[in-house]
């Protein structure tokens, strides 16, 4: 992926107000949370919730583990995640 490509990327996840504060708490924390816990941490729905982080995982922002019935998420280590991380940074 190119510069240019990854930027826009970056772009397209941070510009949606759910997915910038979804991926603004987990840059703050060391372990992976359950969605029912992100949801309520950013306030929104656990539907919606699931949703942007389906969306995050399909682009490699996140990734995901089943405990029993509940799934948790994480950041993924990837470049893309890293500089993402810091534009969420200089954004607060």
């Not at 995901?64 to 893309?80: Q, V």
Request: proline share 1%; aromatic share 4%; hydrophobic share 40%.
């Amino acid at each position: 992926m190119s510069n240019t490509e990854e930027s826009m990327t970056i772009m397209k996840i941070l510009c949606n107000p759910n997915r910038f504060a979804i991926l603004s708490l987990l840059s703050d924390i060391t372990n992976d949370i359950c969605v029912n816990e992100i949801a309520e941490k950013v306030g929104i729905s656990q539907s919606l919730a699931s949703h942007q982080l389906s969306y995050l995982e399909a682009r490699g922002i996140v990734k995901s583990m089943r405990m029993g019935k509940t799934i948790c998420y994480e950041l993924d280590t990837s470049t893309l995640v890293k500089k993402s991380v810091k534009v969420i940074n200089l954004l607060k």
